[in-house]
């Protein structure tokens, strides 16, 4: 690379790809992501280019035709990169309607690593193939510091063991969006829905399949095998943040305590189950 040269190769965060340099990259430390050698990129459209049925995203196997290939995110930065946990996430996510729930909790993240070579720019980036993720808008970025399973994202090769420095911070988090696919048809609930005349959400009417949650109606929540007062009574501590005796899960599995499917975890719930107890559909 010429000192001169100008257009995609202006330092510090030239635009071109690492093939144009023979596969490599070159960065100042702390790395900065290399935004056009990201799948997708960063400054793509959302909509078009890093939506994803979370089915797919989560590397479920398909339930029904016509299915779905796994997809994942690859984040490519100017050097080389580790995590400073085997097993912590060293990428942060959280959904743009929830934000206080940490959702990378449910993905998993590769540094990936060619035969014989110990070093990696690349992170790969998906769900953990157990947990279907919330379907909505995500904002991500790396981790700079640890925290409740969380691990900062490290440059690597430049500093001796345990002196490493985080990755450059984002200017703005990394976006992406999931569309839900309950059923794992591989076609989005919206659709499926509309497909079906409305039939697959008689009730609630809320935008999702009513038989992809287990326990529709079904007022034993803490799973004892009747439904009662005590059922009522977990989803009242269920509310004030206490799971214990709260197992009813639907298809998200871990947004307990929303036994009416509004959206949110509240008084409603107790109203709620207090009727399916009493024999009435909430």
């Avoid at 995203?57 to 997809?71: I, T």
């Avoid at 399973?149 to 690597?156: A, G, R, S």
């Avoid at 989005?188 to 038989?211: A, C, W």
Wanted: with cysteine; aromatic share 10%.
């Amino acid at each position: 690379m010429s000192p001169t040269q100008t257009g995609d190769w202006t330092a510090p965060h030239y635009d071109g790809l690492p093939a144009a340099l023979g596969g490599g990259a070159i960065g100042l430390v702390p790395y900065a992501l290399h935004r056009t050698a990201c799948s997708p990129t960063p400054d793509s459209d959302v909509e078009d280019h890093r939506t994803f049925l979370n089915s797919a995203f989560c590397h479920l196997e398909p339930n029904e035709a016509p299915g779905y290939d796994d997809v994942s995110m690859t984040w490519v930065f100017y050097g080389p990169v580790l995590a400073a946990h085997p097993t912590y996430a060293p990428i942060t996510a959280r959904h743009d309607e929830h934000p206080a729930t940490p959702r990378e909790r449910w993905m998993t993240f590769e540094v990936t690593r060619d035969a014989g070579n110990p070093l990696s720019r690349e992170v790969v980036i998906s769900g953990n193939g157990f947990a279907q993720m919330l379907p909505g808008l995500y904002h991500a970025a790396p981790a700079s510091a640890a925290g409740d399973e969380l691990t900062p994202l490290l440059c690597d090769g430049v500093l001796p063991a345990g002196e490493n420095t985080p990755v450059a911070a984002f200017a703005s988090p990394f976006d992406f969006a999931l569309l839900g696919d309950c059923n794992r048809n591989g076609i989005d609930d919206v659709t499926d829905i509309e497909d079906s005349g409305g039939q697959y959400d008689l009730y609630p009417p809320d935008g999702k399949i009513d038989y992809c949650y287990a326990g529709l109606c079904d007022g034993d929540v803490n799973c004892d095998g009747s439904a009662n007062g005590q059922d009522v009574e977990a989803t009242e501590l269920a509310v004030g943040g206490d799971f214990s005796d709260y197992c009813q899960v639907g298809i998200y599995g871990y947004d307990d305590g929303d036994f009416n499917r509004d959206g949110a975890v509240n008084g409603l719930d107790a109203e709620a189950v207090e009727n399916a107890v009493g024999g009435v559909c909430p």
